[in-house]
C-alpha cells in the first residue's frame, strides 16, 4: 500500500466531492430540509434521506441511495461461475447464503443438472438459517431505533448461536460460499445436527424473550402502531415483496408459492401474515418468521435424506446458451436472478432484483404527513439492507 | 502550539497521559457494509464486548471522537463524506481500517464505482484484514493500537508505519 501525502489525498476526496454532487434543489419558502444520513444508524448502512418539514411534521421525503453501488452486475459478466457466488455472498450481507442460492440454481436450470436430494434438503436448512441470522438481528435493531438498547444485545447473544452453526457447517461466519453447481461443497459435520437442534430450542427461547420485552411493551406498541400503514394495494403497486408485503395482508410467499426444488414444500408450517400494515405488524411477521424457521429446520433436521450431496458435475463448467430466471424468497423478500449465457465460462449479463428496492420505494408515500420520529419507525420497520438496494 | 504537541513534556507526565489516552478511545463507528455487523458483534455484542478494553462505543458525533473505524466498501460517493468527518475529529485521532475493501477494495478490485483503499483518503493506523474479519481480529488491532498510543512520543506522531493485524 503506498501511502499517499495528505495533499494526494484531499485532491481525492474533493474530486470526488465535485464529480458526486447531488443536486437536491429543495424550494425552501415554507418548513426546513433535514438531511438524514448517509450515516445514520436508522438507516441500516449508507442511506441518505432529504426530508422537507414543516415544524415537526413532514411534507415531503426523498430518498438518496448510491452509496453503496458496487457495480456489481457488471462485475458478474468478468467472473466464471463459481467464482460468481462469491460475489453475491455480499449483496444482502445479513443472509449471505440466501443469496448465493437463486444463482446457483438459474446456472442448474441453464445446465439441466438437479442436485441430490440430500444437498437440496441442507441447502434449505441453511437457507432457513441465514434467515433466521438476518431476521434476529432485525428484531433486536428495530427496539434499538425506538430507543430499547437492551434488545440489540440479546439479539446480538443469540444470533451469534445461529452464525456458530453456519460457521461449523461452512466454514464461514458471514459469507458462507457454500454452494456448487450440482450440490454442496462439503457434506454437514458430524453431530452438527444435534447441535443444531439445540440452538433452535435457543432461538425459540429468544423469541418468547422478544415478545415479552419488545412486543409486549406499552412504550413500543404505543409507538409502532398505527405508524407508517401501508394498506395492500399499495404494497402491491410499489412491488414490494416479503415480510413487509405480508404484513399488509397480502397472502404471498414464493417459499411456499414457487420452491424451485428446495424441500420448502416437504414440512409442515405456515405463511404468516397480519391484516394491520404498520410497523408493528411488520415487527409481528418477522418475529413469527422466526419460529416458523425454526419449525422448518427441526422437521427438515429430522427427516434429511441420505446420499450424496453433489450431482455429476464436469470439472470446467461451461454454462450452454440460453436464458434463465430463479427468483426465491429471502430473508428480505423476492431476490431473483435473470441469467443469460452465451455458452461461454462466465455469465454474459446478470440482472438482478433484490427486494430492498422495491421495498424502500415506498418511502416518500409512506412518510408524508409522519413526525420525525415516526420516520425511523418505519425505516427500522421496512427493513432494508443497502448492499441490497444499491449493489 | 502548547506543550503537550510540542513533545517537551517531561517523561513520567508523558507517559501517564499516554496510558489515560489509551484507555480512553471513543471509537467512532462508520459502518458501510458487511464488516459493520461485525463491527457491532465486537462493540456491542455480549460475547466480545469492547468495553473491558476500555473502548467507548458511541459517541454522540466525530467531534467527541478520538478513533474511528472505516468498516465495509467505500464508494467513491462516500468518500467526501468520510474526509470531511475524519477533518472534523479533534486530534490526536487514529484510523482503524477494518475490512478488505476498505483496505484496498477486496472482492471489488475492478469496480468502477468502489474506492480502492481508504488510505488514498486519510492516513490509516491499523489495517484489520479479512472480508469480513471476525470480531476478534478487530479487537486485536485495537490492542495494538493501544500498545502503540501507549509508547507514544507526543512530537513524533504520525511517524511510525501503520500496524497489519496477521
Known sequence: MTALTERQQLAYANAQAADGRVNLEFETDEGMTLNMGPQHPATHGTLRIVLKLDGEQVISCEPIMGYMHRGYEKLVEVRTYPQVTTLVNRIDWLGSFANEVPFILAAEKLMDIEAPPRAQWIRTILFELSRISNISLFVGDMALHIGAISAAFYAFRDREYVLNQIEAATGGRFHPNFDRIGGLKDDLPKGWIADTKATMNKIRDFCDEMETLVEGNEIFQTRTRGIGVIPADVALAYGMSGANLRASGVDWDLRRDEPVGLAWNECDWNVITHPDGDSFARFWVRLQEIRESTRIVDQLLDGLPAGPIMAKVPRIIKVPEGEAWVATENPLGEMGYYVVSKGGLGPFRVKIRTASFNNIAVIPWVTRGVYVPDVVTILASLYFILGDIDR | ?166
Do not use: H
Request: aromatic content about 8%; charged content about 20%; glycine content about 10%.
Open chain 2, 1 to 166: 502550539m502548547g506543550l503537550v504537541e510540542s513533545g517537551k513534556l517531561p517523561k513520567p507526565l508523558t507517559s501517564l497521559l499516554n496510558t489515560s489516552r489509551k484507555y480512553s478511545l471513543w471509537i467512532f463507528q462508520w459502518g458501510l457494509a458487511c464488516c459493520a455487523i461485525e463491527m457491532g458483534a465486537a462493540l456491542g455484542a455480549p460475547r466480545y464486548d469492547v468495553m473491558r478494553l476500555g473502548v467507548i462505543p458511541l459517541p454522540a458525533s466525530p467531534r467527541q471522537a478520538d478513533l474511528v473505524c472505516i468498516s465495509g466498501t467505500v464508494t467513491d460517493k462516500m468518500v467526501p463524506a468520510i474526509r470531511r468527518l475524519y477533518d472534523q475529529m479533534p486530534d490526536p485521532k487514529y484510523v482503524i481500517s477494518m475490512g478488505s475493501c476498505a483496505n484496498c477494495g477486496g472482492p471489488y478490485w475492478d469496480s468502477y464505482s468502489v474506492t480502492k483503499g481508504i488510505d488514498q483518503v486519510i492516513p490509516v493506523d491499523v489495517y484489520v484484514p479479512g472480508c469480513p474479519p471476525r470480531p476478534e481480529a478487530l479487537l486485536e488491532g485495537i490492542v495494538l493500537l493501544q500498545e502503540r498510543i501507549g509508547k507514544e512520543d507526543m512530537a513524533a506522531r504520525w511517524k511510525g508505519d501503520p500496524i497489519v493485524v496477521s
